[in-house]
């Protein structure tokens, strides 16, 4: 028999039970026979066509049924401990049975094997670094130490902040999916690997999936779901070598191989970035301003502008001052600096590259002397929409206006955002001659292989350079 749930038979004295007590109760569909909890269940009408009708042995102490209660299942948690027999019935066993249909009941007990199966790989991992470990006193370091000895070092050498966001991103994946605990000595091309397809069939944005008791949600993605892109999983495999080759060349893992080398990922080829062309370069331009409590309708319009004319970052222009306006050798330039006179920026420039002048073009001046006039000191965009650290340092630059310009760019192409703009600038560029030399030092860049990803091919000017040819 199933013992029953203790209920308050007195409404007058209701007292309130605690959340551990409530557990500690909860026996639904749960007994204790020979040391271990068994999970009992009576099949509902809508699933009985499934499982076969099993009548009890008729004995002299077994009475005549008076009424036919249909099959129930029976079966051994093996665990005396009522926390995890619970934790069995809630998280696997009562989600297949609450289904409404047999094809839902079997697609839900799909579901859940699949899933135990990725824990199940999980804690392969964790017992193979228990076994292997040399003593109880050992001090091999774990994986989270390691990740976390080397984000203390890289935080203190690199200046862009999305560096240091990549590689903590890269040290949750990695500790959330192979075990914050496993020894960091233990780990081997094989657990890349099956971290690789793990990853591989997840969706994106998983990480911000609800953890159930400090464990990632590994549930492949559905099919209406977008997976991570192949490439974004050869930069996490990357960075994780990155942490071993770090690790081990500053002696702080005793093995010299690296187990994220040879983990090979077939990258896919991407598209060049798709310049704005024809009407849709006003469109861009001329978008029509939604009231906004975090950025205000100047930003909106002007931004745009600036970023058409002068192909800087968006990082680059929302923390302009008008201090950053100087003149060299007669010419006007936007001063695009690291950290410069923004005494309240934690803002970094991508590269080193990024430090440069960019001269104010005739077509954007009318425009600067508008936004001067309105602000002629401190920020040309004061209210831009980024955002702030509890010290009210910036720490993502125009970060909503950026998010809901790119969202209404799609709408008119789904290949624009805000960033096609530094295409757009040196496509023009290009087709009008300018040597790739100076097209680096206007854009930023740091290398002649960021510029290819920029130039959209124009086949006319293609054919002016074949027919050069003689």
């Not at 824990?119 to 470990?133: P, T, W």
């Not at 401190?378 to 010290?391: Q, R, V």
């Amino acid at each position: 028999m199933c013992p029953k749930r203790g209920t308050i038979k007195s409404a007058s004295k209701v007292r309130t039970i605690t959340e551990t007590e409530d557990m500690a109760k909860d026996t639904r569909n749960l007994y204790f026979k020979d040391n271990s909890w068994h999970f009992d269940f009576r099949v509902p009408s809508r699933l009985r066509a499934l499982f076969k009708k099993v009548r009890p042995r008729r004995t002299e102490k077994t009475p005549t049924p008076k009424k036919d209660q249909g099959p129930r299942i029976r079966h051994s948690l093996n665990t005396p401990v009522l926390k995890e027999a619970q934790a069995l019935r809630d998280k696997y066993l009562m989600p297949i049975f609450a289904s409404s249909t047999i094809i839902e009941l079997v697609e839900t007990a799909l579901q859940k094997i699949e899933k135990a199966k990725i824990e199940l790989d999980r804690n392969s991992i964790n017992l193979k670094g228990f076994l292997s470990r040399k003593d109880p006193e050992s001090t091999e370091i774990t994986i989270r130490q390691l990740c976390d000895y080397f984000l203390q070092h890289y935080r203190k050498t690199r200046k862009a902040r999305g560096s240091v966001g990549k590689f903590e991103s890269t040290s949750n994946a990695f500790c959330g999916i192979l075990g914050p605990g496993v020894s960091a000595e233990n780990i081997s091309k094989e657990d890349l690997i099956r971290l690789r397809d793990i990853l591989l069939s997840l969706p994106s944005g998983w990480q911000k999936r609800k953890k159930v008791l400090e464990n990632f949600d590994l549930a492949e993605a559905t099919p209406d779901e977008k997976t991570i892109n192949p490439n974004t999983v050869f930069r996490e495999i990357g960075r994780i070598k990155s942490i071993f080759d770090f690790a081990i060349n500053d002696s702080k893992l005793v093995r010299k191989d690296n187990p994220a080398s040879g983990v090979k990922i077939e990258k896919v080829d991407v598209e060049s970035k798709i310049p704005p062309q024809g009407e849709n370069i006003e469109k861009l331009c001329n978008m029509p301003y939604r009231n906004s409590s975090t950025y205000d309708e100047h930003a909106w319009r002007m931004l745009p502008i600036f970023a058409r004319f002068s192909s800087c970052r968006i990082g680059e222009l929302s923390v302009l001052k008008a201090e950053d306006l100087i003149e060299k050798q007669g010419v006007l330039c936007l001063k695009i600096t690291a950290v410069g006179k923004m005494e309240t920026q934690r803002q970094k420039l991508k590269t080193s590259s990024s430090e440069r002048l960019v001269p104010v073009s005739d077509k954007l001046k009318p425009y600067l002397k508008e936004v001067l006039r309105r602000f002629p000191s401190g920020y040309l965009f004061p209210n831009c929409g980024h955002c702030y650290d509890k010290d009210g340092k910036i720490f993502k630059a125009a970060h909503h206006f950026l998010k809901d310009y790119n969202n209404h760019a799609k709408k008119i192409d789904p290949r624009h955002s805000f960033h096609c703009w530094r295409s757009y600038g040196n496509s023009l560029m290009i087709d009008a001659g300018v040597d790739i030399l100076d097209r680096e030092y206007i854009l930023g860049h740091k290398s002649d292989r960021v510029q290819r990803a920029y130039t959209v091919n124009n086949l006319q000017r293609l054919l002016a350079a074949v027919n050069k040819i003689t």
